[in-house]
């Protein structure tokens, strides 16, 4: 499950830590507030997959005329419900209500107009 609240999430940054972790061949990742997982490179597969998702459903949502609010809402209820119930019943249940998904949408909702931008702050 990606964390992505503001306000610093940078995505070369993420895929470039993952790269460090699966050259380190862990046999097992310990997962702060999230359990234990032993298929690292699955794990990691799984997570940059999902990553790379809420970031481009971030960014098409930032077309969209609505405020910050009800697009960090739809954001939070749509990936919320993707979750089997097994998984929204756990520990887990906490980051699922909504707060903890929809300030994942404003980290990566402030992450992609600084993509654009270069050191001095214009847009590339």
């Known amino acids: 499950m990606p964390t ?7 995505l070369e940054v993420w895929r470039s830590s993952l790269a460090a972790i699966l050259e380190l061949a862990p046999e097992t990742l310990f ?7 032993s298929d690292v490179p699955g794990h990691l597969e799984q997570f940059w997959g999902r990553l790379q998702d809420w970031s481009q459903r971030v960014r098409s949502s930032l077309r969209d005329e609505r ?7 739809e954001f939070a209820e749509s990936v919320g419900s993707e979750f089997p119930e097994d998984f929204a019943c756990s520990r887990m249940a906490h980051y699922m209500r909504g707060p903890d998904l929809e300030a994942s949408w404003y980290g990566l909702a402030r992450y992609w107009p600084k993509s654009a931008e270069d050191a001095e702050g214009n847009h590339v």
Do not use: E
């Open 31 to 37: 997962l702060t507030h999230f359990g234990v997982a």
């Open 67 to 73: 405020s910050d609010v009800a697009r960090a809402r």
């Open 4 to 10: 992505t609240p503001p306000p610093d999430i940078d």
